[in-house]
Nanobody
Framework: QVQLVESGGGLVQAGGSLRLSCPTS????????MGWYRQPPGTQRELVAS???????NYADSVKGRFTISRDNAKNTVYLQMNSLKPEDTAVYYC????????????WGQGTQVTVSS
C-alpha cells in the first residue's frame, strides 16, 4: 500500500518560512516523479513545484525564487522549502507521486494546511 504523508504546515507571518516534508512508503520512490500541489480556498488544485526522478525541477511562476523542491532518495522523501511567504500562498498543500511502469499511476497525500497571515 502506497502512503504519502505530508507534514510541516502551519501558521506563519508574511515573510516567514516553512519546510514541508513528504515521506513515502510502498512506492518505487527512485522511479517516481514527485510534485507539490496546492489548493487555495474555493479554487482548483494547482501545481507548485515538481522534481523528476532525474532531479529536474519545475516551478510555478508565482513561487519561482522563493520555493525550492528537493528529494532524498535514500529517505524516500520529497521536501518543499518555502521562503518569503505571502498571504496568497495560503492553501492546503498536497504531495503527489507519479510512477510510469506499464501505465502512469498517481498517488496523493492527505494534505497539510499552510496559512500565511499579513
Amino acid at each position: 500500500q502506497v502512503q504519502l504523508v505530508e507534514s510541516g504546515g502551519g501558521l506563519v507571518q508574511a515573510g516567514g518560512s516553512l519546510r514541508l516534508s513528504c515521506p513515502t512508503s510502498g512506492l518505487l520512490f527512485s522511479l517516481a516523479d514527485m510534485g507539490w500541489y496546492r489548493q487555495p480556498p474555493g479554487t482548483q488544485r494547482e501545481l507548485v513545484a515538481s522534481i523528476t526522478r532525474g532531479g529536474i525541477t519545475n516551478y510555478a511562476d508565482s513561487v519561482k525564487g522563493r520555493f525550492t523542491i528537493s528529494r532524498d532518495n535514500a529517505k524516500n522523501t520529497v521536501y518543499l522549502q518555502m521562503n518569503s511567504l505571502k498571504p496568497e500562498d495560503t492553501a492546503v498543500y498536497y504531495c503527489n507521486a507519479e510512477v510510469t511502469i506499464v501505465r502512469k499511476t498517481q498517488y496523493w497525500g492527505q494534505g497539510t494546511q499552510v496559512t500565511v497571515s499579513s
